[in-house]
């Protein structure tokens, strides 16, 4: 997400916020795992019908910080039990970590049963993990009812407590956790804080931007030792993809907006990025959880014949930004890419699949937008939540597939030459709640029809319009969205100002994104309330209000 002075605004206030609690019995009790060997939680991911991903670290001796390089060759045992006193332990294991892997653990479990819950838990020196849980998901050929899904994105610690996590994990109804990127920001104390002030509500660390491999590993540790997010890993298996800031912000293959010659060769720092967050996180890149094997982020995950999940990278191999988007014609040149030739073939491929419901998984926005009518004043303001708006008011965003119109054309065209139904693109990154079609003609929408509908949640601490303002909510934003929504018919909901956290929820009949939003950022115990739901139905391409969220198991 573009920003145009993160860099230069610092903090004008202390930092906020007393030392993290201890200790922690239950998965969801919203407590830190107990200083010790597994001080950074469990984890579980990518899960597939007969495997789910596991994830620990562990730290053997006190020199064995992260990022530190330091610390002993560890033996860890890792098992997988169909109850939580591991009395039918079903598959097991044992592996060995060291610095060279920053003594993190992580395995590909097999041996599961389609669709079932189980709970698994990491050993090491006479010493035991707390317990996680984790689902599989259905056969590839059965017919679930439904898939539920929290969702998220833009989590940055140090503009607030992880209350989205925290109501999240407090849930006994999902099925696994869409991380739609940003899941840590790079930058140092001082930097992009909390409010117009920029305050650090927590100070990251290291206390300077990531640049270096222990950098990364440090910080991904940070954010591993909130007790929210501990609580919400060690509850549901994620399904996570990277946006910018696992990076750096602004990335593109060959570079960033945050990325200065002084900090070294690029393509190293985002070798590092990558590296950690392939040590940190329960995902499988290139298909597997080994390590060293690929950098391939994209991949497929099928919940029997309901739906198919395609999580994007588009960053990776993305040409850079256009320089203006109102006179640079690169964002309509055939020649640029934000997926990559292969990552763009690869998503017509599963949008063609046999499941009913093909969602993706999708960093950045994909609707189409444009900003006539917003109020000269506020275009600033916009600009820093969303990174939509330059100066003049043009209409793209060059983050976005706004700057990548033959990218955008190339997906829509096919899903209308196919007769593809159904499709449903899951996006982070703006900081702000959106509901849309996506037409085939925005110029004459809602004349024309719609390929699939696009559901945008909101930033778990992140700052929003009210935020970068100071203006109360629902106030300043008001104007801004109706002029928005005025320009953008296909634009069918739209909210600049809440935090929070979306829940989906897909059946043969309907796919549905619940809106939640959140108290105070700064408050730790700040209480979630639903704000709106909105829907498709099967076969239509559209979105449309509804009443109530879901409810029940």
């Known amino acids: 997400m573009t920003t145009l002075h993160r860099r230069t605004v610092l903090a004008s206030g202390a930092a906020a916020g007393a030392g993290l609690a201890a200790a922690a019995q239950s998965p969801a009790a919203g407590q830190l795992s107990p200083p010790g060997i597994f001080r950074h939680g469990v984890a579980s991911g990518d899960p597939l019908a007969r495997q789910v991903v596991l994830w620990t670290r562990v730290t053997p001796s006190p020199d064995a910080t992260p990022g530190s390089g330091l610390g002993p060759a560890t033996k860890v045992r890792w098992e997988v039990a169909r109850d939580a006193s591991f009395r039918k332990v079903v598959s097991a294991g044992t592996v060995t970590t060291t610095a060279a892997r920053d003594h993190t653990v992580k395995v590909d479990a097999g041996g599961l049963e389609p669709e079932t819950w189980y709970h698994y838990r990491f050993v090491s020196g006479g010493v035991t993990s707390p317990v996680g849980r984790t689902r599989t998901a259905p056969d590839e050929a ?19 407590w992880f209350s989205a996590y925290r109501h999240l994990a407090a849930r006994d109804d999902l099925h696994a956790i869409l991380h739609l990127g940003d899941y840590l920001y790079e930058y140092g104390p001082g930097e992009y804080g909390y409010g117009r002030a920029n305050v650090d509500v927590r100070p990251h660390d290291p206390a300077t931007e990531m640049v270096q491999l222990a950098d990364y590993r440090r910080r991904h540790a940070q954010y591993k030792q909130d007790p929210d997010l501990q609580a919400l890993h060690a509850r549901y298996p994620f399904i996570v993809t990277w946006d910018d800031h696992e990076v750096t912000n602004d990335a593109w293959r060959g570079g960033a907006e945050n990325h200065q010659p002084e900090e070294g060769d690029y393509t190293l720092r985002r070798d590092r990025s990558h590296r950690a967050y392939d040590e940190w996180m329960p995902v499988r890149m ?8 690929g950098t391939r982020l994209f991949r497929r995950l099928t919940f029997g014949r309901l739906a198919e999940i395609s999580m994007l990278d588009l960053r990776t191999y993305r040409d850079q930004q256009a320089a203006t988007p109102l006179l640079d014609p690169a964002v309509d040149d055939p020649e640029r890419t934000i997926a990559g030739r292969a990552q763009l073939d690869w998503l017509k491929a599963s949008l063609t699949a046999p499941a009913q419901w093909k969602l993706v998984g999708n960093p950045v926005m994909i609707a189409p937008v444009t900003f006539a009518q917003v109020p000269q004043a506020l275009i600033g303001p916009v600009d820093d939540v969303t990174g939509i708006l330059p100066r003049d008011g043009a209409p793209y965003n060059v983050d976005q597939w706004d700057g990548y119109t033959d990218d955008r054309r190339e997906v829509l065209t096919h899903i209308r030459d196919r007769g593809v139904r159904d499709v449903v693109f899951l996006t982070g990154d703006i900081h702000s709640a959106w509901a849309c079609d996506l037409p085939y003609d925005a110029a004459t929408y809602p004349l024309g029809d719609s390929a699939g509908v696009e559901f945008v949640c909101t ?7 009210d935020d970068i303002t100071g203006a109360p909510p629902r106030t300043a934003s008001l104007t801004v969205e109706a002029a928005i929504q005025t320009s953008n018919r296909h634009v069918r909901y739209l909210n600049f100002d809440d935090h929070g956290y979306s ?20 408050d730790r115990n700040a209480p979630a ?7 498709t139905r099967s076969g239509t391409s559209k979105v449309m209000p509804v009443d109530r969220p879901v409810t029940g198991a």
């Open 142 to 160: 059965s017919t679930p009812d439904h898939l539920r899904l929290g969702v998220v994105s833009c989590a940055n610690l140090q503009a607030g």
């Open 286 to 293: 290139d298909g597997t959880a080994t390590l060293d094997d």
């Open 459 to 465: 930033s778990v601490t992140s700052n929003n319009l």
């Open 503 to 522: 829940v989906f929820d897909v059946t043969p009949a309907r796919a549905q994104m619940d809106y939640y939003v959140i108290g105070d950022r700064a």
């Open 529 to 535: 309330a639903w704000a709106t739901s909105w829907a």
